[in-house]
C-alpha cells in the first residue's frame, strides 16, 4: 500500500508537470498564429526533428508552384472527407518546400487538383508543419500507389523526383497568385485544426484520489493488525 501510494502521489505531480507544459505550449502556439508572418526558416533550423520547435509558426513562402508534382493526402475535415492538396513550391531562394494548399473532395485526382495550380510567381502566408513520416495510426503510406495517408514530405518528394525539400510543410491560410487559376475547382486552404487535449487536470486530481485512497486503506490494515 505504501508503494501504490507513492506510485499514486508521483503520477499526480506529473500530471500537475505536464499541466504546467501544455498550458505553455497553448500559449506559445496561440502567439505564432496570430503574429506577422516570417521567412521560412533555414534547413538546420528544422532538421534533426527541430520543426516540431517551430510547428505553428507563420510563415510566408514566395516563389513559382510545380503543379504537375502535386499529391493528394487523405483528409477529414469539417467540410468531409476528401483530400489535402499537396503542391512543392520552388522558393526565391531556390529551396523547395511542400504547400498544403488546401482541401478538395472526395474523388478528385491529382491531375485534377495539380490543373487548379496558379501559374506565375505566388506568394503564401500559413502555418508551418513538421512532416508526417511514414502514414496514420491505422494506414501506412504507399507510394507505389500513390495512396498517401500522412503528409510525408520526404516520402512525397522521393515519389514525385523532385529532389531535396524543406524538412517542414507550409498549411496555407493565404494564396496571392499573379495568374490564377481558372479552374472551376479551388482547394479550400485555412483549415488547420489547433486543438490540444488538456486534460491534465483531471488526470492528476485521479491519482490524488487514489493516493489518498491507499493512505486510507493502509491506515485501515495497520488498524486491524
Do not use: C
Not at 58 to 65: D, E, I, K, L, T
Not at 171 to 183: N, Y
Not at 192 to 200: E, K, S
Amino acid at each position: 500500500m505504501l508503494t501504490a501510494m507513492a506510485l499514486f502521489a508521483a503520477l499526480g505531480v506529473w500530471q500537475v508537470q505536464r499541466l504546467h507544459w501544455k498550458h505553455a505550449l497553448i500559449a506559445r502556439v496561440e502567439a505564432r498564429v496570430h503574429a506577422e508572418p516570417v521567412e521560412v526558416p533555414a534547413g538546420g533550423a528544422l532538421s534533426g526533428g527541430k520543426a516540431g520547435d517551430l510547428e505553428y509558426l507563420r510563415v510566408r513562402a514566395s516563389g513559382v508552384y510545380q503543379g504537375t508534382a502535386t499529391a493528394l493526402v487523405r483528409a477529414a475535415t469539417d467540410l468531409g472527407t476528401g483530400y489535402w492538396t499537396m503542391t512543392p513550391l520552388r522558393m526565391d531562394d531556390g529551396r523547395l518546400v511542400w504547400i498544403n494548399r488546401g482541401f478538395v473532395p472526395s474523388g478528385t485526382t491529382a491531375a485534377l487538383a495539380g490543373a487548379t495550380t496558379p501559374g506565375g510567381r505566388v506568394t503564401v502566408t500559413g502555418l508551418l508543419r513538421r512532416s508526417e513520416p511514414k502514414g496514420s495510426v491505422l494506414q501506412s503510406n504507399r507510394p507505389q500507389d500513390d495512396r498517401w495517408y500522412s503528409r510525408d514530405v520526404d516520402g512525397m518528394a522521393a515519389a514525385r523526383k523532385v529532389g531535396a525539400v524543406v524538412p517542414a510543410f507550409v498549411d496555407a491560410q493565404v494564396e496571392k497568385a499573379s495568374s490564377p487559376s481558372s479552374a472551376a475547382l479551388r482547394p479550400v486552404p485555412g483549415l488547420t485544426q489547433i486543438h490540444f487535449p488538456d486534460n491534465h487536470l483531471m488526470y492528476a486530481l485521479t491519482w490524488f484520489t487514489l493516493a489518498l485512497l491507499s493512505m486510507v486503506g493502509l491506515g485501515y490494515i495497520w488498524r486491524r493488525a
